[in-house]
């Protein structure tokens, strides 16, 4: 407590007294809105990783891959990975949001108020980056129970346990920069240009009663967010998926071949390696390769984002918070 104590009298003293004050209601808003959103979409996110990870089958749009996976695998399938999906990203999001909204007066307070854009570049930064470290297991655990048969029927509760069992905590955080990769440009395109384009449109509509404005401007806002977010993180999306897909068992792709049979001299954990990732992708199509599943999601991006942050708002000013972009 005397250490909280004295870190505050320090902030404050720096001329940085925003930093003092930590809102849980952002961390509850932002945990809300990111689980049930993310929830929700859990088929078409299950539809776009399969693209991702297995192009070569999933070659036809995403029509013709939803229809695949229902004649092969079942209805149960498009809500693979349900349960890390929820509960990661439901961590995710609170300290995606929270540490977003407190970090930007921080970030204001050092920069100058006239800096406003690059205290929101540097906030949207601070809390991707949180948020892709948090989220490393769960999203580890989801894209296995999507991609690998061995974990298709498991949940949650026995699934991560069984890939630390096999594979150990550590390398559940393997695709750390690749989720990096991810998160970063997907926060800032999604956080900052969902408080730009609020703010742009209630000083275009300055003159209208601010009540009847804000669902329009939280839908709005959240439709545009979620296409430059989309747009900006889908290279990332690819790498992590490529990330933690499971290895193709080398040896065993060819049984006939005995050349095939001969162990590689790179482990798993060197395919791994995010240079390794990002050069496996660029040989299978070139830059194009990289926008992999782009189609599918744009449609999952911009459900998520759209419902997230009209959720996100709802929950804030449900909590006695201001509406983004109204203050």
């Not at 949650?156 to 690749?178: N, Y």
């Not at 703010?199 to 275009?204: K, N, P, R, T, V």
Request: net charge positive.
């Amino acid at each position: 407590m005397k250490i909280r104590n004295l870190a505050i009298t320090l902030l404050a003293c720096c001329g940085l007294p925003a930093a003092t004050s930590m809102d849980y209601r952002y961390f509850v808003a932002g945990g809300t809105c990111a689980a049930i959103s993310h929830g929700i979409t859990t088929p078409i996110d299950v539809i776009k990783t399969k693209i991702q990870a297995n192009p070569q089958k999933f070659n036809k749009g995403m029509k013709e891959a939803t229809l695949t996976i229902l004649k092969e695998d079942g209805p149960d399938a498009l809500l693979g990975g349900l349960g890390p999906t929820v509960v990661g990203y439901g961590i995710e999001g609170a300290m995606k949001f929270g540490v977003y909204e407190i970090c930007k007066p921080l970030f204001a307070a050092i920069f100058g108020e006239h800096n406003k854009p690059i205290a929101y570049l540097m906030a949207s930064v601070a809390a991707g980056a949180v948020a892709a470290l948090l989220l490393c297991p769960m999203e580890y655990t989801r894209i296995r129970m999507v991609t690998d048969p061995d974990y298709a029927d498991q949940g949650l509760i026995t699934g991560f346990p069984k890939l630390v069992k096999e594979e150990g905590l550590r390398q559940t955080f393997s695709g750390l920069w690749a989720m990096l990769a991810k998160q970063v440009p997907y926060t800032f395109g999604k956080q900052v240009s969902f408080d730009v384009f609020a703010g742009i449109l209630y000083a275009f509509f300055s003159g209208m009663d601010e009540a009847k404005l804000k669902w329009f401007v939280s839908v709005t806002a959240a439709f545009l967010a979620s296409l430059v977010a989309c747009i900006f993180s889908q290279p990332g999306d690819m790498i992590l998926t490529e990330t933690y897909r499971p290895q193709e068992k080398k040896g065993m792709m060819n049984s006939k071949n005995k050349k095939a049979t001969k162990k590689s001299s790179s482990s798993p954990a060197d395919d791994r390696a995010i240079r390794a990732v990002v050069q496996k992708i660029y040989q299978r199509g070139g830059l194009n390769a990289f926008f992999t599943g782009t189609q599918a999601r744009i449609v999952h991006v911009g459900m998520i984002i759209t419902s997230q942050l009209v959720i996100y708002d709802m929950v804030k000013q449900m909590l006695g918070l201001p509406a983004t972009g109204s203050h």
